[in-house]
DNA sequence: AGAGTTTCTGCAAACGGTTCCTGAAACAAT
DNA sequence: ATTGTTTCAGGAACCGTTTGCAGAAACTCT
């Protein structure tokens, strides 16, 4: 056969330590120590080689760097998309907390599919980040929870750590800091508070079985119900995604399918909220005069459309999570497990039913 | 069936090709050469090592294999922020084009900071990304334009690329893959709309002097009113950042300041309007019907308050950024330069004015 | 059966740094 | 002047892969 170098890009090579030290008229050991700051040199010598580098632009090669241990710290995510306002605050979180500790941030994106985060993982495992931190719901099938599993022992074999935030653990053998929402307690509340407004037919909008955050939120939905003696109704949850259209899609097709058998909506997310009140304006409905709707996140929509919701510390979250990936790491013991709390924000979209 | 390694091997050095050559009883070439898949291998042979890989859990190290130049690619991306929108669809659009490639993408941010954004383009370089997209607009002296220079140099000198999305030029001589927002022209067409509605006091919200796209907006807004033949009043110009905070406090406190004197308003981008619309109805003012709004960028909160606006093709930009920088690596040549077009989305905050 | 091919596998040299170990100046103390 | 101590710089052995080169085994063909 020809040779493999099909696409190979020229002699591309960098400039390499061995052309500082002879620039400088030392040896290699010198300038990595001066380099790395880590040996009392001689002044003549260090500026030598300080004028050397910078004469010649040069850059420690990272992998190699790597190769001997000494690798710079770095901390990867993996969210499902970075567009979701939601994920982009914990991501925020995660980069913030990441650069005051001195940390790089790597952002991956799932697309929530479970094949392409496992795949995602593996990539990152490569890299040997201090931790990886899982965020977001996934449909997690047995063969995921087994596959993620190893990865977590292969990553804890490593001396770096798996996060999974906002999802629930993997098994109790699986080594993972697990940071979790109130997406239970947020929707206990809400539903609450519009039951406590004489609401009995509440929508639940953005059913979605087998994935944890809508099902941990219509768990919150549908306990509240039940601790107000009100009959659960399955017909009133539909089921849809954490989109904008697919709460304007949902709430258009239950008003298309006949008058409103509820006097109110709890969406499982902003983003729902805000295409189901769409829908409801279109179809001549006014909120909260008609229909009470309430949301989940506090997230930029929500001022926007006086929407009442749950808020959730986004930001916080990611902080968290590699706050205790770095503490676990330097203390060592079993993997921390935190749970952080929502509460809900009152604005205008919520009313009394008159009757 | 599933057999799990509980072997501690003692510490957390990850297990290596030569553990895997010795269980399979061979040695590390044929192991090398089977997963990488580059040599015929005896069936016997093969499944031999498989076994041990698999037994293993073996992932080969990732950076003593960039070292021999079998770099697995990789594309970075920097932007000011990923919770702002915009950068949010940049960034997903430069992380769906690279998938689709095969490569892996990064994301860091920058805060807007000129300072920090270089030192992240130097972090980026150790890694050795087939590009480093930089989008969105900083405050560039001099000093940053010299540094950012001489690291595109660094950059394509060892045939890795640098593309501007978003921004100007650095100077002829840098080698910098261009992709530029028509930003001009939609503030131009934005502020022609308001024009030929009969408005002549707009007030444009969001003036930034010294960076690029609220000066790319401006101009745009300066050009239409020259161009309709209407004097232009420095006084109807507002500076602030581009957040939704920064469009409420602009609008607030020139209402505060006395009856308003202008009929129209044009944020510098979508949130701003959406903050400005928050003062105006707070202060009893009612869009379009006292005030018309126009915004820019068309993302999540535009749709929500029914906003007049222009269109940028967000996503795109991003895609085109990373489709331009490989086949600028594939074709050699001059670096490439683009500019995407935008164009107005017209909803209902904008009205004929009425004398 | 021996020579000529083909097929596979192993040795060892890179890749670009870091760092242990050792030796040579430089300086201080006898 | 000699010895003892520092201080600083260099040689070379790694780190975990890939891969050119060469040798061994298996196979084909006179």
Chains 1, 2 share one sequence.
Do not use: W
């Not at 010198?30 to 580098?53: H, N, W």
């Amino acid at each position: 056969m020809a040779r493999k170098a099909s696409d190979n890009n020229g002699g591309k090579r960098q400039t390499t330590i061995r052309e500082v030290a002879e620039r400088a008229g030392v040896s290699v050991a010198t300038v990595s120590r001066i380099l790395s700051g880590t040996y009392p040199a001689a002044p003549a010598t260090r500026s030598k080689v300080m004028r050397a580098v910078e004469e010649l632009d040069y850059v420690a090669n990272h992998h190699a760097r790597a190769l001997q241990g000494t690798t710079r710290k770095s901390i990867a995510i993996i969210v499902n998309s970075v567009i979701s306002p939601h994920y982009a605050h914990v991501a925020q979180g995660v980069q913030t907390q990441a650069a005051e500790d001195g940390r790089l941030c790597q952002i991956g994106t799932s697309g929530g599919d479970a094949e392409r985060e496992l795949a995602m993982v593996q990539f990152m495992r490569e890299q040997h980040p201090e931790a990886v931190i899982l965020v977001g719901n996934v449909n997690a099938d047995d063969e995921y929870k087994a596959r993620m599993s190893r990865y977590a022992h292969a990553l804890a074999s490593v001396g770096s750590r798996l996060v999974l935030c906002g999802r629930p653990p993997l098994g109790p053998d699986a080594p993972a800091v697990v940071v979790e929402y109130d997406n239970t307690g947020g929707a206990f509340a809400a539903t609450s508070h519009l039951l406590s407004n004489g609401h009995k037919r509440i929508l639940f909008l953005g059913r979605r079985p087998g994935y944890t955050t809508p099902d941990a939120r219509i768990a919150g939905y549908r306990n509240a119900l039940a601790a107000h003696g009100v009959p659960h109704d399955p017909s009133l949850e539909v089921d849809g995604t954490f989109e904008r259209y697919e709460g304007y899609r949902m709430m258009r097709s239950r008003l298309a399918a006949g008058p409103p058998d509820f006097t109110a909506a709890f969406a499982a997310n902003d983003q729902i909220a805000a295409g189901a009140r769409q829908a409801l304006v279109e179809h001549g409905l006014s909120i909260p005069g008609d229909v009470s709707l309430i949301g989940f996140d506090d997230l930029p929509p929500a001022a926007d459309i006086d929407l009442t919701t749950v808020y959730q510390p986004h930001e916080e979250l990611g902080r968290t999570s590699v706050r205790l990936a770095l503490e676990h790491a330097r203390n060592g013991g079993p993997p921390p497990h935190t749970t952080l709390g929502a509460h809900l924000v009152i604005r205008g979209s919520v009313a009394p039913l008159v009757k």
